[in-house]
């Protein structure tokens, strides 16, 4: 099954990337954030089925060579904006586990102080300028902090993650247009995991194969297979380059997700032999066997990773579990600038 167009089938399974170095000095580190990502996934999904987790949560389960394979081609000081698909994103970038679980739980403790939940996670250290639960309403965002290091001369860029149900909102166009327009340090990324919630790309856009809106800007797009950390990383350290230059970019990652669009989602619009079709490709066993074959690693390698990987998440639960709920008194705090805010009432 493929829904690559500019990458041809025989290539699915593989990574096509060439790149002018060595990328095995990456494969370990690759390989504990996607398996961090997936078993802090599978445990929110677990917790969230014994209600210690409420409200919206979307999991980032197939998808996590987009962001894993995107951190390692930017620099420390760069920028990054995200949908609601948020959890991966600060935990890929280092932010402790333990706070964003925090924050799912709606704990005080969390990165968002326990008032944003799953969708709204931030992270001003890690330069994680947060989940948005408007759909593509954080690509405008992404355009004005990308603005911001221009006029700042930083020579920082922004990455801005959508969906690829985000590409039919008009303010995503309206980015696409001030970005080429002032020749911002941006990157465009869409997920492509083919469904918009519900509704598979094919029954929503004429245009199936996104990159190729950005001819529509004169923008560089280019379509990548996102279930390759390998491919990802080589795709963003090129856009990189042109981005810092003034010049946007517009990557489509061709990706999967295994589960439903929230965990409200029982993905009944899907047949089992497609997911299955797909978990074929998954982007962790992919890192691990080529782990092995280059001998990156070896199995003890592997095996210390997924140790060091269940004891993070079992420390994220319990510091979850045992921190306390946000104050009510502090209930108006966080919103206003002002502090007492005059036109509050009881």
Known sequence: MSRLGAIKPEQEGTCSYTSKVDLSPFYLGWYETMLLIRRFEDKAAQLYGQQKIKGFCHLYNGQEACVAGAVTALRKEDKYITAYRDHAHPIALGTDPKYIMAELYGKSTGISKGYGGSMHLFDKEHHFFGGHAIVGGQIPLGVGIAFAEKYNKTDNLCIAFMGDGAVRQGAVHEAFNLAMLYSLPIIFVIENNGYSMGTSLERSSNVTALYQIGAGYNMDAKQVDGLCVEDVHGAVQDA????????????????????????SDPANYRTKEEVESYKDQDPILKIQRLILEK????????????????????????????????????????????????????
């Open 295 to 346: 001998k990156v690693g070896n199995e003890s390698d592997l095996s210390s990773i997924n140790d060091r990987v269940k004891a993070k998440i079992a420390e994220a639960i319990n510091f979850a579990e045992t921190s306390p709920f946000p104050d009510p008194a502090t209930v108006y705090h966080y919103i206003y600038k002002q502090d007492n805010y005059p036109f509050l009432q009881n």
């Open 240 to 263: 990189a380059e042109k981005a810092r230059k003034g010049i946007p970019n517009l990557l489509e990652f061709v990706t999967y997700r295994y589960r439903g669009h929230s965990m």
